[in-house]
């Protein structure tokens, strides 16, 4: 307690751009509309694993186009399978998201119902989205698993699946969104965990909105010259 401890850099989290985000997106429509609905809202949510497998179909709100955050889905060699509470208060939270997600969620709850009738009585209802084949919560490494190979078949980046959470802040804040918004989103418990994480992509942001801002001036000031 009398040690100044020396700080630690934070290295830049390497995950994809933009235009790879694409790539990956066009290459996953052409997988099972289970995983194309995984990758998705990761993508598009910035979900942490946990959150996504611990979904329910009551969480999901079609006709408001919103996910509830509401559990976790874990995994450890003592318990197995198990549900956790979020990892913080603010991870409980409610996204407002496009219609690309529902429509993508529709057709996967129309290959799940497809895939319980088919189990008969075999089928276990956890009631939960992701599922295996039986319909028992699937597995946390099971995503991973199936993106490691999807990537080397479709010569795609592979970073795993957190990857898509820092992805999905990074693009956020390319956006135009403010801290708040990006933290919010995420589930932090404090925006400044967020602008600590992201930092380098906001000063790119920054340096951007005011590159931005020289430009419209000095376009005006060239219009009014030449009026």
């Not at 992805?167 to 804040?173: G, H, R």
């Amino acid at each position: 307690h009398r040690i100044d401890a020396p700080k630690v850099d934070r290295r830049q989290i390497a995950c994809m751009d933009d235009q790879q985000a694409r790539q990956f997106m066009t290459a996953l429509e052409s997988e099972s509309v289970e995983y194309r609905t995984i990758f998705t809202i990761l993508l598009l949510t910035g979900m942490r694993r946990g959150e996504l497998l611990g979904l329910e179909w009551p969480d999901i709100d079609f006709d408001n186009r919103i996910i509830t955050v509401c559990r976790e889905s874990q995994y450890n060699p003592t318990d197995g399978l198990y549900t956790d509470t979020p990892k913080t208060a603010s991870s409980r939270r409610t996204l407002k998201l496009p219609q690309v997600v529902f429509d993508v969620l529709r057709a996967y709850r129309a290959d799940q119902n497809a895939t319980r009738l088919s189990y008969g009585d075999q089928w276990h209802d956890s009631g939960r989205l992701f599922t295996g084949e039986d319909g028992k919560p699937m597995h946390p490494n099971t995503p991973y698993t199936w993106l490691k190979r999807f990537c080397e078949r479709t010569d795609q980046p592979f970073y795993g699946v957190h990857h898509f959470r820092h992805l999905n802040a990074t693009l956020q804040i390319v956006s135009g969104a403010d801290a708040r918004t990006v933290s919010a989103n995420l589930g932090h418990s404090k925006t400044s965990t967020t602008l600590n994480l992201y930092a380098h992509t906001f000063d790119d942001a920054r340096a951007r909105a005011s590159d931005g801002v020289g430009d419209l001036l000095a376009a005006r000031k060239q219009t009014a010259k030449r009026a």
